[in-house]
Structures are given as structure tokens and as C-alpha cells.
């Protein structure tokens, strides 16, 4: 049995009744007396004894006979909680949806169900003579209804299955044998390794490829060819993309390659009917791939040959709950585990991605430089108030002259143009219109906004209302925008240019496409929609706000967002793209060259030169400060671990990093989950919360 605090994450024994001698296999869902309580719990293995000399209690139930959890997923679920610092149960709660009874009880394909609902598979209220001695179960718990008091189950142990602490010699993809392709390489001829990484997938081999896609290129169709030639290699595949759009986009094409019913989509955002049924369906082995948003990264699958993730820097791939994978790491490890081919793609190239490539566990597919200058639009960089002044109209539209030429011209051929804003909303920061002072609020100290052009400000912490502000400073009561929202944007872009159709798409709603038509679509980052064709010009503004971002990864992030915008412009000299940055500016150089490769081998050596992730491990240990003091003062840490900090953490904690090298990160995982199981045993009252590299350190 396996709870999910972290002095008890591990299994327990019990005794199976003869009644459910049949029912209770390995991975079915159980119900058991722990500490006095019924608790859920997940059956692991069965043994004909057990070591425990102590009394065994018995299974109280098999909740259902259907085995929803495969052994391959309960040895990831392992390795995902030790690499996070998590508990089993903690990490099995995400890799199996909850169940849906009637879903298990409609017919399958072959005419079966799954006989009797869980009420029926209670065992009657047998002597323990009626069972069989000594014929044991292992089961894991789940931790909610065990002790709520508890540490915060979050307080974790990272040791982790390393993807980058394997074999460097990762399969070549050149290195197959030159027979015609049982998959047309359609798109992949563009890159000179792409033929042979499908090649050697339709072999039944095991290729590890970080891909770096062309601007204008048709990634899901890229992507289900390879999961087309794994499939023609008689193994399954698992693909992970960030959002329902694109899991919309990945499930269009692989119907159209492989035709319906040869996958299945598993989204949170299905409902718990149709996640639970297409679980079943991949469970079962009905269909070969899954296809998914992270929820489908635990997705079981038989004989898996290929993991891929699209975008792998999207920070919607990292799970938001305990123990906070993220689904990159998670497929990696999957690859260990399963034996399978791997396919890291995007636009842009992680930090993470780049250590694949230069440590050698992963071989680079990229197009040549002659193939890359004939697809990207014209790209370039412009200032911003010089040249606003010296145009009235590219001032009313808030633009600098060169893109407001750009964008003049796009539609004057009768092409859309898309115009990416940082921030959503209409006028998300605003400040005194006198001394320039943020407009604050006066409950809370949170920003003020303004939610339209006749509104009242509101504050976006607490959303108290701010009818009668006055500057603190100067007792001004007169306010100018600070920072312009999306909204204001196409708000200003309409008087531009009147008589032009003005589209947004954003948190509100989100355009999946446009037509080809003279149009300005005005979006935040992420939320870009397809054009017929390609856009005439795509415009970035306020890189600012990206760019001056207090975090780790903000250089990594604004490009990798630029380049996804930029992506979809017609190639030059149809298409420009114009970044409202300075060109000296190292992801506005990488941008001008789409080279991604070369932004992420200069940040990642900048990461290992300043001791960051990923070129080290590090766990953050956030809480009060007394218990987050407590938890150090428990955890033998490596000898050659740094404690760093504290520094202020949201709601009043505090936060400490501990940082050791890529080799070390074992040892910290240990250290770590026993200072936290020792809090966990004696009932801390504080909770404190473990993250082992997480997105966001500062």
C-alpha cells in the first residue's frame, strides 16, 4: 500500500479473500482498512507469501475488475515521483483519469463487458477461515483520506530517472539502410536526416531526434508521418501537444494518414465520460496511438515505439499539481523505461532540448541554411517612439512607421495581418497621468486597470473598484496607460485603418483560422490563428514586456513566441515580419536568422557557466519560514549541495533553492524526501512545498 505522505510512500501487504480471488489482479482499484479508515488503493502484484511477520488485514474490495492500471505505468509512476520529489499515489492520481462506472460497462468492440459494478464485487462477511492463508496482495493508497492534517503532500523526493544519464550514443537516424520507405516522407525530404528518422521508426528502431521545424510548416501532418511509420513498425505511439487547438490540428491529420478509429484523443477537457472511455480504449490495446494535452503523457500503450512532444517550452506541459511534472521529462523517461524512439519539435529549441542534443542522447533534424533564407519572411527589427513621432498615423495606431508600412502594404494586396500584444485586456497597467506614478490600490497594493475606454479602474489583485483614485504622490487624479492591452490595440488599429475588419483572439476566445483576406487579427502570444495562406505581415509589439520579465527563462520564452507568430507569415518576399525590439538584442538576432539552435546552445552555456537549470538540478523549498528552516535542519543534503536564498515567495512565505550538480541528484532526492517524511510522521502544521526544477525559480 503506498499513501501519499512521505513517511509511508511505500506498499503494504494484504491478504485477498477467496471470494476475490479472481477479481483482484494486479492493477485494479481496491478499497482496504488503513489506520482505521477505508481508503482507496491500487493492487500492484500478487505473491503466494509475504516477508511482514506482523498480522495481515484483508482487501475490504475490488472497486472493479478492470486492470486500469498497467505494470509499465506503475513502474513510471515510480520514477516520475522519485525524479519529483512526489508520492506514488500522488503521481498515479494523474496518470489514471477517475473511473466512470458506466463507461466500463458498455460493450466492446469484441461484445464483452466488464461484468459486475463495484457493489457487487464486496466480498460477503466472511471468518478469515474463508480465506486463503497467506495469499497476499501489495496496494497502494491514495493519501486524501488517510490524514488530513498532514504535511502537504507536495513535500516531495526528487530522485530521478536522468534522461541525459544513459547511453550517449544515441541511434543515428542516417544510419539506416537505404530501402524505399514504407511511409511517404512527404514534408520530411525538407531536412536531410527527416526520410531516415522515419525510416528507421518503420524498422522497429529506436531514433531520438530534437526537431527544429521551418516557418510555414505543417507540423501535424510532420508529426503523424512518424507516428504513421511507428505504427507501420508494429508499435504504438504517444504525442503530446500544449492545447486543445493543437490537439484539434494533430487529430485531423492523423485521421487523415491512418484513418478513423486508429487513435484516441485523452484531454482533461473531454469530460469525465469521454476521457474515461478513451483511456479504456488505449488500456485495452483498441487502438495503437494516443494523442493528447499533458494528460495524455501517463497514456498506457502497447508496445510503445515513439514518444513526441510539440513545443516542448509551452509552460501548459508542466502539470500544475503535486508533484508538478512536466511532460517533456515524463516522456523522456518513458523512452528509458519502454526502449522507444523520441521526438522533441518546435519552432523553437528549449534549453532542455539543446542538453538532449549535446550530451548525444539525441541527434539534431534540421533543415540547411539554403532551405531555411527560401521559406522565412523578411524580418526586421524597428525602435519605437523615434519613429512613432514621425508619423501621425503609425502614432495613432501606436506603431513605429516601419510597421505600420508593412502593415499598410499587406493590406493593400488583401492580406491579413497579425498583430501579437504581450498583454491581454484593454489597458492592463495604468499610472498617474502627472508624475508617472503606478496607479496602486489602496486595500491591497495591487495594479490598477482599466477594462475599457469609459470604465473604472479595478484593481486585478482584489478587484475592488477605484472610482475616486488620487495619486499618493502627487494627488493627481488624471491616469495614462502604462501598458496596452490587446483590446486597446485593436481598438486603435480600427481608427488606423477604418473600413478594415478587426479580429481578436485571445483568453475570451481564441480563433483557431482566418480567411486570406484584408484583415487585422490583434492576439496575445499563444492564441495566433492559422491564416488561409499565410499572413502578409506579422507584427510584435512591446517586446518589452517579454523581454524584461523577471525569470530564468524570459530570453527563451519571448523567442519562442516570436518565432511561433512569425511561423505563420507567407515567406519573403510576400510575408515580413516586423519586431518592435532592438536588434542587438540576442533572441532578436536569433529571431532575424531563425536560427533556434544557436539562441539555445548560447543559453544553455550561460545556464552551466551561472549554475542553473538544466545544466544542474535544483529543488525549491517554499513555505513559512520556520517550517521551510525546519526542513533543511532535517535533510542531510550532499556536501557539495548550496542552499541559496531566502527570498520572498507569494502570501507572505519565503522560498530557498538548493542547488547540487546533474550527478548529485539522487542524493538530494533522498536527503529531501526523508527531511520531508520526518515532518510528515510527527503531523508538522505547516505544509511546505518541494519543486524539483520548477519553470519559475524566482
Not at 513517511?7 to 479472481?22: K, Q, S
Not at 461484445?111 to 463495484?118: F, L, M
Not at 487529430?251 to 491512418?258: N, R
Not at 515532518?679 to 525559480?697: E, N, Y
Request: overall charge neutral.
Amino acid at each position: 500500500m503506498d499513501v501519499g505522505l512521505a513517511h509511508l510512500d511505500r506498499p503494504f501487504d494484504y491478504l485477498v479473500p477467496a471470494e476475490l480471488d479472481e477479481v483482484a489482479v494486479p492493477g485494479t482499484r481496491v478499497k482496504v482498512r488503513f489506520a482505521g479508515q477505508l481508503v482507496d488503493g491500487w493492487l500492484l502484484s500478487r505473491a503466494d507469501d509475504s516477508g511482514h511477520t506482523g498480522r495481515l488485514a484483508y482487501l475490504e474490495k475490488v472497486v472493479s475488475p478492470e486492470p486500469v492500471l498497467a505494470p509499465e505505468i506503475a513502474r513510471l509512476a515510480r520514477a516520475v515521483a522519485d525524479r519529483y520529489a512526489g508520492s506514488l499515489a500522488d503521481v498515479l492520481r494523474l496518470a489514471v483519469p477517475p473511473r466512470h462506472a458506466r463507461v466500463e460497462k458498455e460493450p466492446r468492440d469484441d461484445g464483452t463487458s466488464v461484468p459486475p459494478d463495484a457493489d457487487t464485487l464486496d466480498p460477503p462477511a466472511a471468518e478469515p477461515s474463508t480465506a486463503r492463508p497467506g495469499h497476499t496482495a501489495s496496494a497502494t493508497v491514495r493519501p486524501e483520506t488517510v490524514d488530513p492534517t498532514a504535511v502537504d503532500p507536495t513535500a516531495v523526493d526528487p530522485t530521478a530517472v536522468d534522461p541525459t544519464a544513459v547511453d550517449p550514443t544515441a541511434v543515428d537516424p542516417t544510419a539506416v539502410d537505404p530501402a524505399a520507405d514504407p511511409v511517404d516522407p512527404r514534408g520530411w525530404r525538407d531536412y536531410p536526416t527527416g526520410p531516415a528518422l522515419l525510416r528507421a521508426l518503420t524498422d522497429g528502431r529506436t531514433p531520438r531526434a530534437v526537431w527544429s521545424a521551418l516557418p510555414g510548416e505543417d507540423w501535424a501532418a510532420r508529426y503523424a508521418d512518424a507516428v504513421a511509420a511507428t505504427v507501420a513498425g508494429g508499435r504504438g505511439a504517444v504525442v503530446v501537444v500544449p492545447d486543445a487547438r493543437d490537439l484539434d490540428r494533430l487529430d485531423a491529420a492523423l485521421t487523415g494518414v491512418l484513418g478513423p478509429g486508429r487513435h484516441v484523443c485523452l484531454s482533461a477537457a473531454l469530460g469525465p465520460a469521454r476521457r474515461y472511455r478513451a483511456f479504456l480504449a488505449a488500456r485495452r490495446g483498441q487502438v495503437p496511438v494516443v494523442i493528447g494535452t499533458r494528460a495524455a503523457m501517463f497514456a498506457p500503450v502497447d508496445r510503445l515505439g515513439l514518444v513526441a512532444i510539440w513545443d516542448d517550452g509551452d509552460d501548459l506541459h508542466s502539470e500544475p499539481r503535486s508533484p508538478y511534472p512536466h511532460a517533456r521529462d515524463v516522456l523522456l523517461t518513458r523512452v528509458q523505461l519502454a526502449e522507444a524512439g523520441a521526438l522533441v519539435g518546435g519552432y523553437a529549441r528549449t534549453a532542455e532540448a539543446q542538453l538532449l542534443l549535446e550530451t548525444g542522447w539525441a541527434r539534431e533534424v534540421v533543415a540547411d541554411r539554403a532551405t531555411v533564407r527560401a521559406r522565412i519572411p523578411a524580418i526586421a527589427p524597428t525602435g519605437d517612439d523615434p519613429q512613432l513621432a514621425r508619423d501621425p498615423g503609425a502614432a495613432t495606431a501606436r506603431l513605429p512607421s516601419l510597421a505600420w508600412t508593412a502593415a499598410r502594404d499587406a493590406l493593400r494586396q488583401d492580406l491579413p495581418v497579425l498583430v501579437q500584444v504581450p498583454r491581454r485586456g484593454y489597458l492592463p497597467s495604468i499610472s498617474c497621468a502627472e508624475c508617472r506614478t503606478p496607479a496602486r490600490c489602496e486595500h491591497c497594493s495591487g495594479p490598477l486597470a482599466l477594462p475599457s475606454a469609459g470604465g473604472t479602474p479595478a484593481c486585478r489583485w482584489c478587484a475592488r473598484v477605484a472610482a475616486a483614485y488620487a495619486c499618493p504622490q502627487c494627488g493627481g487624479r488624471r491616469l495614462r496607460a502604462a501598458v496596452t492591452g490587446a483590446r486597446r490595440t485593436a481598438e486603435e488599429l480600427g481608427r488606423a485603418f477604418p473600413g478594415v475588419p478587426v479580429r481578436t483572439s485571445g483568453r475570451e476566445e481564441v480563433l483557431t483560422d482566418v480567411p486570406g483576406g484584408a484583415a487585422l487579427v490583434v492576439t496575445t502570444p499563444g492564441a495566433e490563428p492559422v491564416a488561409a495562406g499565410g499572413y502578409g505581415a506579422v507584427l510584435l509589439l512591446d517586446s518589452w514586456a517579454l523581454l524584461t520579465r523577471a525569470d530564468l527563462r524570459a530570453g527563451e520564452e519571448a523567442l519562442r513566441r516570436w518565432l511561433a507568430a512569425a511561423a505563420l507569415a507567407r515567406p519573403a518576399p510576400a510575408g515580413r515580419v516586423v519586431v518592435v525590439a532592438d536588434g542587438a538584442l540576442a533572441p532578436v538576432q536569433a529571431l532575424l536568422r531563425w536560427d533556434a539552435a544557436w539562441f539555445a546552445g548560447r543559453e544553455l552555456a550561460e545556464r552551466r557557466e551561472l549554475g542553473f537549470p538544466p545544466a544542474v538540478r535544483m529543488a525549491s523549498v517554499t513555505g513559512a519560514a520556520e517550517a521551510v528552516a525546519d526542513l533543511l535542519a532535517a535533510a542531510r543534503l550532499p556536501d557539495d549541495a548550496e542552499v541559496l536564498g531566502p527570498v520572498p515567495a507569494e502570501e507572505g512565505r519565503e522560498r530557498m533553492l538548493v542547488r547540487v550538480p546533474r550527478a548529485r541528484a539522487a542524493a538530494l532526492a533522498e536527503a529531501l524526501h526523508s527531511a520531508a517524511g520526518v515532518r510528515a510522521a510527527r503531523k508538522a502544521a505547516d505544509p511546505v512545498r518541494l519543486q524539483v526544477d520548477p519553470l519559475s525559480l524566482f
